[in-house]
């Protein structure tokens, strides 16, 4: 499986990046690939999400700097921004023998994995879909979409935000929810790059792959 590490991507060029490489998985196949980047202020709206997720008018949100995209994604209304690590796996279900399920199981899986090495436990609620680290902090959200087996979108682990989400979104669409980044949690702040290493390797683990880096064109590409 191809590992993808960039700095700093626009959210728009991500979605064609994901697109591009899902294009060239249902067509002809080839590997696996796990983008791993950073967004500027963005708010997503999934499938579920509606205006109404928003703390403020989209006018607000654009003079703030904060672009707002309505997206193909499961879930609801989803902040993006520096100081969070947002990963993008473009795996094909069948070749893992994974369901649906079982694959948003293994997303949250590897953050708890992740999250335990630098000494914090995370946790699931039931009916609800991401990692928490108390009943109404959340660390981690999770959105994916499906076709024809082949996934897209995926999941995002606040490191160190520096800005109060709620402010542009009423989190996971639930008042009283807030976002918690890592370093919150530390006593040693622990560096972006850093937690890019550890939740790769988390990634390999649960999911049982190999991870080679690689270039954009190679991803695109397909080639290994």
């Known amino acids: ?61 654009a003079a703030r700097g904060v672009a707002l995209h309505r997206v193909n994604r499961g879930g609801e209304a989803t902040y993006h921004g520096p100081g969070q690590l947002v990963g993008y796996p473009m795996v094909d279900l069948r070749t893992l023998k994974l369901s649906v399920r079982d694959y948003v199981y293994k997303l949250e899986e590897t953050v708890l994995v992740a999250l335990q090495q630098f000494g914090v436990r995370g946790f699931r609620q039931a009916g609800k879909v991401g990692v928490w680290t108390e009943a109404t902090d959340k660390i981690a959200s999770i959105g994916v979409r499906v076709q024809n087996r082949i996934t897209s979108h995926g999941f995002s682990l606040n490191v160190d935000l520096n800005v109060d989400t709620t402010v542009f979104t009423v989190c996971c669409g639930s008042p009283g929810t807030r976002m918690v980044s890592l370093n919150e949690l530390l006593r040693d702040p622990v560096s972006p790059a850093k937690v890019r290493r550890v939740v790769a390797n988390s990634f390999a683990t649960v999911f049982g792959v190999v991870l080679r880096p690689c270039s954009l064109e190679q991803a695109l590409k397909g080639s290994e």
């Open 1 to 61: 499986m191809l590992l993808l590490e960039l700095g700093p991507t626009e959210y728009l060029h991500s979605l064609e990046i994901q697109n591009t490489i899902v294009d060239r998985k249902l067509s002809r196949r080839g590997p696996d690939v796990l983008v791993l980047l950073e967004h500027p202020p963005t708010v997503t709206l999934g499938t579920r999400g509606k205006l109404s997720s928003l703390a403020m008018s989209e006018a607000d949100l």
